[in-house]
């Protein structure tokens, strides 16, 4: 993710909220077709995909169905200003600390299509986004995506991106929430929680998901001493995902 210092906002939602909000949801179980063969995950930045759905990802590759990561950016925004890291060189650390999270994950072996967007700025990029997403789906039988109304320009670009390519493909496409767990507040009206599924985590997975998170370490622990190379996802945001399930919606 490419967010300014996730957690330091005073307004954010503890995960305690949501903790003492979502067991009581009665929301049904997110299932894939036994007939899919491949599920398209479109990622705005290196770590959304894990923060979002590594859990699920872990759960499809296990069930057989090949996970084919689509990258739009490499994350080079993060740290605008380090005294440490060009943006170049955060890119390339970023791709390399996805491919560890996803070895960490049991998918070593996914395909991954690199789209190269830049980061912070992949709205300027939507019509592009549009044709290269339905490029990159070609084969698969359904998609994975951050939301639409994440909260996050590059999050939402994607999303509406997403969601009109898998239109023209004819498959079925399901949103991720990230971003929306820090400046929502459980039953907030902003989100379509009536069409949340949520997806089961066994403990091995989670620890999983726990272990590809770590993978991230230029956004969990500071790049320098230098305010531009701080910690950009801090405790308080990570919480939100090491819960026993994710959530899904249409």
Same mark, same amino acid.
């Given at each position: ?42 990622? *705005?930045?290196? +770590?959304?995909?894990?923060?979002? %759905? ?5 759960? &499809? @590759? /296990?069930? !057989? ?20 890291? *060009?943006?170049? +060189?955060?890119?390339?650390?970023? %791709? ?5 999270? &996803? @070895? /960490?994950? !049991? ?23 549009? +044709? ?11 998609? &994975? ?106």
């Amino acid at each position: 993710m490419t967010v300014p210092a996730a957690g330091h906002r005073p307004d954010a939602t503890p995960e305690g909220a949501w903790a003492g909000w979502l067991p009581g949801r009665s929301w049904p179980a997110w299932t894939w077709d036994p007939a899919w063969r491949e599920v398209a995950v479109c990622a *705005a930045h290196p +770590d959304d995909e894990v923060l979002g %759905v590594g859990g699920t990802m872990a759960l &499809l @590759a /296990a069930a !057989g169905v090949r996970v084919h990561l689509v990258a739009v950016t490499d994350g080079e925004a993060s740290h605008p200003g380090s005294a440490v890291r *060009a943006p170049a +060189d955060l890119a390339r650390a970023r %791709v390399d600390e996805s491919g560890r999270a &996803l @070895a /960490a994950l !049991g998918l070593g072996d996914a395909r991954t299509t690199r789209l190269g967007l830049p980061d912070s700025a992949v709205a300027a990029h939507e019509t592009e986004l549009v +044709d290269a997403l339905t490029a990159a789906f070609e084969g698969a039988d359904a998609v &994975l995506t951050t939301w639409s109304g994440d909260g996050h320009p590059d999050h939402d670009a994607v999303g509406r991106a997403a969601v009109v390519a898998g239109s023209r493909r004819g498959l079925p496409v399901w949103q991720y929430p990230v971003w929306t767990w820090h400046w929502a507040a459980p039953g907030d009206p902003r989100v379509p929680w009536d069409s949340a599924h949520q997806v089961a985590l066994p403990r091995a997975v989670r620890a999983a998901k726990s272990t590809a998170i770590d993978c991230f370490t230029t956004q969990i622990a500071p790049l320098g001493p230098d305010p531009a190379d701080a910690v950009v996802l801090l405790p308080e945001f990570l919480a939100h995902f090491g819960r026993p399930h994710e959530v899904l919606w249409r």
